[in-house]
């Protein structure tokens, strides 16, 4: 599929929700340069969502949504939970995987699309909560890491199983107490991060998504260079404000304390020397292209 | 041509779960063939009732789906038109009080929290709309099977809606009446029979139609 099948046949233009209409008319398929600043305009990311008020996922999700760098060739995989309630309102290709084998699908599809397409550029996107990744996917999540299976594998964290009602899960910090672990967590948050980078991920980031132009960012960054080159990972902290005992409006606070320095979710980024040196060769190309353009400007 | 043990498919509201008519030994029509209400018949035949229900419902309504609605080739193009040119031809036949209405189906994601039933309809509640612009009388055309099938019956199950399926591949036995191989020429053909029954049916005709189909027995027979 690409951005010139997403056409509505002339009859029936005049009838289609507004919606429709304007994911053919003004969507960001396409454009270069497309970002997080698309949001509330552009209707293919999201309209509404079907989670909480204030919910910091809900944000997380817009904004890697207008961060694709190619979204009318990327397919999302998702597991069971707060991220599946979203997917059905999303206009990008999703697949909703068994709970935990998020990372095994995303390896047979990105496979069998690069057998499919193969002289198109087409980008797996794993989008999964932390029970999925960590816990009961971890299996998958690591296999796929090994393999060097070139995909992005983003974890929403919100360290304890949300939906369910607040169980204890791997990334739940050292002696948090939820409505289901009355006891409190007895070992250490799961560092997962390092385990990434350990497992062969050229591209690692732990942060908060309190920053729309950092999580445009780090997303471009883990998906063009997954294109290219191994496996990303992406742990964002998106707290569940109902679970820790938060109002709607206190997730964005909730996400600044955590990413304060030395805090859990400080930024950390790890980045292996070919990555590198492949951000910095597309950061010269679209240097010169833009200096090019504005010198034809200029002659203009 | 008649299937003497057939279930009756008729316009609900039936039950929460109406039984699929498959599972109630319904067969699909042969080509050259249609349904009506689960009696296999020559394809003209289906045309024709087709027509008259359409001309006898006070709210007939088009429910393209995506197969049609989104220009994904040039067949897709064309059905877009000759189903334009249906539904225009709809309301220039129509008596007098009726109001034809052309409704899309432009996905199958589930739009909850809430659909607009105005202005689409979605495989996953079909009802809201038929239930929000009173439509007693629908076709669908363009719609995959497999979500044909689901909201075929959910409208079966909870409306007093009339359903044809205008399908491109086998034909839906849970509509009320069932074309199979759609093409151009089929949906030109249906348009042709509105145009050639026009006057012919008077205003609010289906209603006593769908009343007399109660009036008999499930299983084709008259109760007594």
């Known amino acids: 599929m690409s951005k010139e099948k997403i056409q509505i046949c002339e009859e029936f233009f005049d009838i289609m929700p507004p919606e429709y209409q304007a994911l053919v008319t003004n969507a960001t398929w396409g454009k270069e340069g497309r970002g997080w600043k698309d949001v509330g305009v552009n209707k293919e990311l999201i309209e509404q969502h079907s989670l909480c008020a204030g919910c910091p996922e809900s944000m997380a999700f817009r904004y890697i949504l207008a961060s694709l760098p190619n979204p009318e060739d990327t397919v999302m995989v998702g597991s069971t939970g707060c991220t599946s309630l979203v997917f059905p309102h999303v206009g990008i290709h999703n697949i909703h995987s068994l709970f935990g084998n998020q990372n095994a699908v995303a390896s047979g599809l990105k496979r069998a699309l690069t057998l499919r397409f193969p002289g198109k550029v087409k980008d797996v996107v794993v989008l999964a909560g932390d029970g999925a990744t960590v816990d009961i996917g971890l299996d998958y999540t690591l296999q796929s890491w090994f393999r060097q299976e070139k995909f992005t594998t983003i974890c929403f964290d919100n360290e304890l199983y949300a939906n369910t009602g607040g169980q204890e899960s791997g990334l739940m910090q050292k002696g948090f107490v939820a409505k289901m672990a009355p006891m409190g967590k007895q070992f250490d948050k799961v560092r997962l991060p390092e385990i990434a980078r350990e497992s062969g991920c050229v591209y690692v980031v732990n942060c908060t998504v309190s920053k729309p132009s950092l999580i445009e960012k780090v997303v471009k960054n883990a998906v063009l260079i997954a294109r290219e080159i191994g496996p990303t990972y992406l742990q964002l902290y998106t707290p569940c404000i109902l679970e820790i005992g938060k109002n709607s409006m206190e997730g964005l606070q909730e996400m600044r304390d955590a990413e304060k320095p030395g805090e859990r979710f400080a930024y950390k980024e790890y980045i292996s020397d070919q990555a590198k040196a492949f951000l910095t060769d597309l950061a010269e190309k679209e240097k010169a292209k833009k200096a090019s353009a504005k010198e034809a400007l200029a002659q203009a | ?224």
């Open chain 2, 1 to 224: 041509m008649n299937h003497p043990g057939h279930y009756m498919v008729r316009p609900g509201p039936e039950a929460f779960l109406p039984p699929a008519a498959a599972a109630m030994g319904n067969a699909l029509p042969d080509p050259g063939q249609a349904h009506i209400n689960g009696r296999i018949v020559p394809e003209e035949e289906a045309f024709q009732e087709a027509a008259r229900m359409f001309l006898g419902g006070t709210v007939p309504t088009i429910f393209p789906g995506p197969l049609v609605l989104w220009a994904w080739n040039e067949k897709a193009k064309k059905k877009a038109t000759a189903i334009k040119f249906l539904y225009d031809t709809l309301k220039e036949c129509a008596p007098a009080g009726a109001q034809p209405m052309l409704i899309p189906m432009p996905d199958y994601r589930p739009k909850y929290p809430k659909i607009n039933p105005e202005v689409e309809i979605n495989p996953n509640h079909p009802n809201l709309t038929i239930w929000h612009n009173k439509i007693d009388v629908c076709m669908f055309v363009g719609v995959h099977c497999h979500q044909a099938n689901l909201s075929l019956k959910i409208i079966r199950g909870g409306t007093n809606c009339y359903t044809i399926a205008m399908c491109a591949q086998a034909g839906h036995e849970d509509a009320c009446l069932s074309f199979r191989d759609a093409s151009v020429e089929k949906i030109m053909h249906l348009a042709e029979w509105v145009k050639k029954l026009k006057g012919t049916v008077p205003f609010g005709a289906l209603k006593k139609h769908v009343a007399a189909l109660e009036t008999q027995d499930r299983a084709g027979g008259v109760r007594s």
